[in-house]
């Protein structure tokens, strides 16, 4: 088990709401990214937060945002939810320094349904 | 773009044998890393193993060794000695070095279903 953990675990929404997600990143880590996980199929990278700061975007569009805490946790926010956002959301934390390659450590996910 | 293929949708071993996980993967850059992650029915994503792309040495984690060959950009896994706890979902990912407007994206492939047959 990772020290990162995501909330809720599973969540229903309708077509058109909006739905915020959060993770804790794992003591000691600095950075979120977090990735979308739709069934069968290997996640995709949204975007990356670090120093409170969006600093890596994938192939997402705009309503998806995000925020990253003085604690290092964060939040995804998916507006004017579309059926195909209905996916596994991955967050991942890890502890940037200059030159690492650090590694991601994942949480357990929401799974979320847009109806 | 970077892209990672895993051309065995599903593969299954016997208790206590070998597999081997094939994975590929393409892209212009020298310097980047390479990991497996296994994703077991509970949907938690766990490391298994990690390698740097300028390390000639192949990583090793008790069980799980890879077989990286960086010229022809391939990246397998190997398990040894199988267990049944071992039955998960493989994806294999790839991480840029470079910095960038995807900076710290990983790129992940398809997936492999790894059956473990008692």
């Known amino acids: 088990e990772t020290g990162v953990t995501q909330s809720p675990t599973h969540l229903i929404k309708t077509r058109g709401q909006q739905v915020t997600l959060r993770c804790s990143s794992q003591?000691?880590?600095?950075?979120v990214s977090w990735y979308q996980q739709a069934l069968g199929q290997g996640p995709q990278f949204i975007f990356q937060?670090?120093?409170?700061?969006?600093?890596g975007r994938g192939n997402f569009p705009p309503r998806f945002s995000g925020l990253q805490f003085p604690n290092y946790s964060s939040e995804l926010n998916v507006n004017a939810l579309e059926l195909d956002d209905s996916a596994l959301y991955l967050c991942?934390?890890?502890?940037?320094?200059?030159?690492?390659?650090?590694?991601?450590?994942f949480g357990p996910g929401t799974r979320l349904l847009v109806l | 773009a970077q892209t990672v293929t895993q051309s065995q949708p599903e593969m299954s071993v016997q208790e206590a044998e070998t597999v081997t996980l094939s994975c590929t993967y393409d892209?212009?850059?020298?310097?980047?890393?390479l990991f497996w992650y296994k994703q077991p029915p509970s949907r938690q994503m766990i490391l298994v193993i990690r390698?740097?792309?300028?390390?000639?040495q192949n990583a090793t984690e008790n069980r799980f060794s890879v077989n990286f060959q960086k010229a022809a950009k391939s990246f397998s896994l190997k398990i040894s000695d199988s267990q049944l706890g071992d039955a998960a979902m493989y994806f294999c990912?790839?991480?840029?070095?470079?910095?960038?407007?995807?900076?710290?994206?990983?790129?992940f492939g398809q997936g492999t279903i790894l059956t473990v047959h008692p």
């Open positions: 991942a934390s890890s502890r940037q320094s200059r030159g690492s390659g650090e590694t991601q450590y």
């Open positions: 003591s000691g880590h600095n950075t």
């Open positions: 937060y670090y120093r409170e700061e969006e600093n």
């Open positions: 892209t212009s850059e020298s310097d980047y890393y």
């Open positions: 390698q740097e792309a300028y390390k000639q």
């Open positions: 990912a790839y991480r840029s070095a470079m910095g960038g407007t995807s900076y710290g994206k990983l790129t």
